[in-house]
């Protein structure tokens, strides 16, 4: 089974980091790009940042460029997002996503559970 | 960077009822366009992509369609189990920028 597992979220102040890891299972990891999309409460969704299969690209949403760090460790199936300078703005929960190539098209097709990161004093 | 803008923000329709929900680019992206829905508590679920084509295991009561700047995803006969807030997603370039979402309910 296809399955990606979310882990640590929490309560941080504001300034604070956190780093959120993405475990990864029944599929090989290394073959795909993998994103980090947020929704904060209430709201809707955010792409935050993808990395390609093997490291090759990285790319950030404009806004959070220079606080959220994205990276990958193939070996351990595991994806990462560095998080710092955290603000209150930043609450939400945050999605690992797999993007599943579809010829020259994309789509997000597998979801994880999410990890609530909360910033507040 | 390229805006996708959904209308309406929120529906209400009758069960079996034919409901279509508009994305909008603020640029052309050809058709290098996702839909997602997501159920009230549940992650996000891909429906379609390309555009049109529709994703493995969704009913064929989806369908999508478009190209360049405006997009449209129809609902043909409503089911209750719809009942969720649906975005689209550009992704010809970074940055792979959802719209605002569009929240349906039953009547």
């Known amino acids: 089974e296809v399955q990606l597992v979310e882990s640590g979220g929490g309560l941080v102040q504001p300034g604070g980091s956190l780093r959120l890891s993405c475990s990864a299972s029944g599929f090989t990891f290394s073959g795909d790009s993998m994103n980090w999309v947020r929704q904060a409460p209430g709201k809707g969704l955010e792409w935050v940042s993808s990395?390609?299969?093997?490291?090759?690209?990285?790319f950030y949403a404009d806004s959070l460029k220079g606080r959220f760090t994205i990276s990958r460790d193939n070996a351990k199936n595991s994806l990462y997002l560095q998080v710092s300078s955290l603000r209150a703005e930043d609450t939400a929960v945050y999605y690992c996503a797999r993007l599943r190539k579809y010829g020259n098209h994309w789509g997000l097709d597998v979801w994880g559970q999410g990890t609530t990161v909360t910033v507040s004093s | 960077d390229i805006q996708m803008t959904q209308s309406p923000s929120s529906l209400s329709a009758s069960v079996g009822d034919r409901v279509t929900i508009t994305c909008r680019a603020s640029?052309?992206?050809?058709?290098?366009l996702a839909w997602y829905q997501q159920k009230p508590g549940e992650v996000p679920k891909l429906l379609l992509y390309a555009a049109s084509t529709l994703q493995s295991g969704v009913p064929s009561r989806f369908s999508g369609s478009g190209s360049g700047t405006d997009f449209t995803l129809t609902i043909n006969s409503l089911q209750p189990e719809d009942v969720a807030t649906y975005y689209c997603?550009?992704?010809?370039?970074?940055?792979?920028?959802f719209g605002g979402g569009t929240k349906v309910e039953i009547k």
């Open positions: 997603q550009k992704y010809n370039s970074a940055p792979l920028t």
């Open positions: 990395i390609g299969g093997g490291g090759d690209y990285i």
């Open positions: 640029q052309g992206i050809s058709n290098y």
